[in-house]
């Protein structure tokens, strides 16, 4: 796990490092970035960044998603499918931006030890959401039936992220799963 | 697009790569594996390597489902619902395996320009499974509703393969939005 560091200082360094690796991502793709690349860009030391996150791939799978800010308000009409719409939509659009699916790609080869930031903020949205009164449904099939076929096509069939009925598609089937359990 | 040659000594030749490829990444894992360490063990040039597929992340999108064996026949018991999930079974043993989930998560990186051939054959089986009698859904069912949560779970949460009832949720869940629909 990164080390995590709070303090204005400490804060504006992360703001430079964050801006330097998306504007890299974006310039050169995720797979010819390096870390001393980063550190020169940023105006740190590359011991910083290998400190802080140990390889590249950890940086990204860390940095993927710092955009997609985990404390906005979430959508709350009082209408739960609209709410879901909203929810799903965002993080559709969120990763229809090439530098953030670029970030999410060069993460990906770091997962699958401990759960990254963004998805364990996208899962503890579930939890808020599928704990609505009339949800019927449990944060894991939000997680299953929308998160899931978004992160998908994020990573394997990115030009399908511009389909207009996406996160309604996977919405209605959530709805339909609960209805017919 | 990885330039495809056929032949007995280029066939033989993938083999040496594959299999350099595939003990490499489990004794190393993914991130520590590069082209000239996979020639060596191969026993290859580094450039027929690069001339293949160009570069690393690459290279793993593309061996990362050789043994999941797009030939191999499709469940054909006669019901729908067994067939379904003995198919979805099957991916997840595939990657409950470390070092296919390593291979994925390797590729992953490099995907997203075009379709893996591993993702293209799952969705060729998916279009046989959605025509078979009966079937209350399409092909792209399968893949948001079966697939994606199975590969969703093997890049960011791997330790939750080992769920005894995930194919079946995942198939219960597709027969259940179909019959809603």
Same mark, same amino acid.
């Given at each position: 796990m990164p080390e995590k560091r709070t303090g204005g200082r +400490? =804060?504006?360094?992360?703001?430079?490092? *964050? /801006?330097?690796?998306?504007? #890299?991502? *974006?310039?050169?793709?995720?797979?010819?970035?390096?870390?001393?690349?980063? =550190?020169?860009?940023?105006?740190?030391?590359?011991? +910083?960044?290998?400190?802080?996150?140990?390889?590249?791939?950890?940086?990204?799978?860390?940095? =993927?998603?710092?955009?997609?800010?985990? /404390?906005?308000?979430?959508?709350?009409?009082?209408?739960? *499918?609209?709410? #879901?719409? =909203?929810?799903?939509?965002?993080?559709?659009?969120?990763?229809?931006?090439?530098v953030n699916a670029a970030l999410l790609r060069g993460g990906a080869a770091s997962a699958g030890e401990t759960e990254s930031d963004c998805l364990r903020n996208r899962r503890a949205e579930a939890v808020v959401l599928a704990s609505r009164s009339g949800a019927p449904f449990a944060a894991d099939d939000i997680v299953d039936l929308v998160v899931a076929p978004i992160i998908y096509r994020v990573i394997f069939l990115p030009w399908t992220l511009t389909d207009p009925g996406l996160a309604e598609r996977c919405v209605d089937r959530l709805l339909a799963t609960g209805r017919a359990a």
């Open positions: +400490s =804060a504006a360094v992360l703001a430079q490092i *964050r /801006t330097a690796v998306e504007d #890299l991502v *974006r310039e050169r793709g995720a797979e010819r970035v390096t870390i001393p690349m980063v =550190a020169e860009r940023a105006g740190v030391n590359p011991t +910083s960044i290998y400190r802080r996150w140990g390889d590249l791939p950890t940086m990204l799978n860390d940095i =993927a998603t710092y955009r997609l800010d985990p /404390t906005r308000p979430l959508p709350d009409t009082g209408e739960l *499918r609209a709410d #879901l719409v =909203a929810w799903a939509g965002e993080i559709v659009e969120h990763y229809a931006k090439p």
